[in-house]
């Protein structure tokens, strides 16, 4: 009996963003899926679909010219702060069905656990907080990094802010760490790359030490369907815990990129003597005594509601040719350099060899 495929209408769909990385991929994935876009964004990027409708504007000061238009949903990619998402669903409230909001798992107030679910406490930010937030300079490129510490607290207020403005009509997607090309943070870039730069390669801790990410591909698509469907309510969406370990990424980016690397191990106590910074100079480690349950989110609602994964192969395939493509010689944004590695490497060979010789 031939398979029967499911019939979707066509949608208009408003992406706050659109152009770098999450929101490049969100539109992609909604053109190839016959969708109209429209983008809301500064211009700061060179357009990536040039035959892609783009209003120009700041979130913070045009959301007028959004006004007089209907679309069956908004995506906002670029949500940092409580007072503009909520400007931002008040103009939208009565030009949307649907106002999907990509937040973080950064929401929760405890990531020390595993095996977070979207019951879980969420983080908090107190009025000092919030002020402080509310100062930070956002004319330039703005990241989490720009919010430090509370930028947990405030995707969570921003969650309940776009909910306070269109309750029941906000599908809050909470990703952990997006991998994949047009990646700007590089976070995994940096292990594609400099796997297939061989050579020594220092790697952080214990070998068997669990990793969790997914690729901005496969959480694009999903959103694209579960907008499709109406959906709303909010869901984890991350790779399957405890599926991936350190190693076996780093010697699936040596098989892909076919990469004569050796990786030498480095304990967490040399690491953290030498003050290496977990994430931004070391991607992808998360010091065992620290937020574990970063890398062990709760994601069987999403799964549940039809997310998938592509093989990590391909993953590592399709980022090592956006590299080479791309930027080759480009300093990365993340990762360790060269000298840096190389002292390391020298100190944990040292430290080796004493304690050998005391044996």
């Known amino acids: 009996m031939p398979v029967q495929k499911r019939c979707v209408k066509q949608m208009k769909l ?17 053109l ?3 969708h109209e876009v429209t983008l809301f964004n500064r211009g700061t990027h060179p357009p990536p679909f040039p035959n892609v409708e783009t209003i120009q504007g700041d979130r913070n000061h045009d959301l007028s010219k959004l006004e007089g238009r209907r679309w069956d949903a908004a995506i906002d990619t670029s949500g940092y702060l409580p007072r503009s998402v909520t400007a931002s669903a008040q103009v939208l409230s009565d030009a949307i069905g649907t106002y999907v909001f990509i937040s973080s798992v950064s929401v929760y107030a405890d990531l020390s656990q595993a095996d977070i679910t979207e019951t879980a406490p ?19 490129e703005i990241s989490a990094v720009n919010y430090g510490k509370m930028y947990g607290g405030l995707k969570a207020r921003c969650e309940q802010a776009a909910q306070a403005v269109l309750p029941n009509r906000v599908l809050r997607i909470r990703p952990g760490l997006i991998v994949g090309p047009y990646d700007y943070t590089d976070r995994f870039t940096y292990w594609v790359s400099r796997i297939a730069r061989g050579g020594e390669v220092l790697a952080p801790g214990r070998p068997g030490r669990g990793v969790q990410f997914i690729d901005a591909r496969d959480l694009a698509e999903w959103t694209i369907s579960m907008i499709e469907r109406n959906s709303n309510g909010v869901y984890n969406a991350n790779g399957w815990p405890n599926s991936l370990t350190m190693e076996t990424v780093l010697e699936k980016c040596k098989t892909v990129s076919g990469s004569d690397a050796r990786i030498t191990w480095v304990s967490e106590s040399l690491l953290l003597a ?15 005594d620290h937020k574990q349950g970063l890398m062990s989110i709760n994601c069987d609602k999403a799964v549940s509601a039809g ?23 480009e300093e990365l944004k993340a990762g360790m350099d060269s000298a840096k590695e190389q002292l390391l490497l020298r100190k944990w060979h040292e430290m080796q060899l004493t304690a050998t010789a005391a044996d």
């Open 32 to 34: 190839s899926r016959n």
């Open 274 to 288: 030498e003050e290496v910074a977990p994430w931004s100079e070391m991607p992808l480690w998360v010091p065992e």
């Open 307 to 329: 997310l998938s994964f592509r093989p990590l192969d391909e993953t590592i395939a399709d980022v090592l040719n956006w590299i080479q493509s791309n930027h080759p010689h």
């Open 14 to 30: 408003l992406i706050l963003g659109g152009t770098r990385f999450v929101g490049r991929h969100l539109a992609e994935a909604a």
């Open 122 to 140: 969420l983080a908090t930010l107190s009025s000092e907080q919030l002020e402080a937030a509310n100062q930070v300079d956002s004319s330039g």
